[in-house]
């Protein structure tokens, strides 16, 4: 298994705010990223899922309480330090923020500017 990058499918509706469509920033953030660097998309798995819970995909990998997107679940060869959380034996990223971290120290993209 490679790592695998979960992302919410942008232009989804929420039923608290009618007539509206919307997209995830963290997500389109990590769209830029690949789009940025497209052999990053070789090296890893990625997963856009509907807006709507229950996440299924998600869920049947990290469970219900861990399905906030995007996530990047870790790849068995993975150094456990780069986990922010885990699920069985299922170790993930949680944050955008540690995410861009991960593809930067694991997968070769550049760090963000600070």
């Not at 009618?18 to 990223?33: I, K, M, N």
């Not at 890893?44 to 996530?71: F, Y």
Request: aromatic fraction near 8%.
């Amino acid at each position: 298994m490679r790592d695998k990058l979960f992302l919410l499918s942008p232009g989804f509706e929420d039923p608290a705010y009618p007539g509206q469509r919307f997209y995830s920033w963290h997500c389109a953030l990590l769209e830029g990223v690949i789009a940025s660097f497209p052999a990053l998309a070789d090296r890893i798995d990625i997963e856009r899922v509907a807006w709507p819970r229950p996440r299924q995909a998600v869920i049947s990998l990290v469970g219900e309480q861990n399905q906030s997107l995007p996530l990047l679940v870790l790849a068995d060869d993975a150094p456990s330090e780069l986990a922010t959380g885990r699920h069985g034996s299922v170790r993930f990223v949680a944050d955008k923020d540690a995410i861009l971290d991960v593809l930067s120290r694991r997968h070769g993209i550049p760090v963000p500017h600070p």
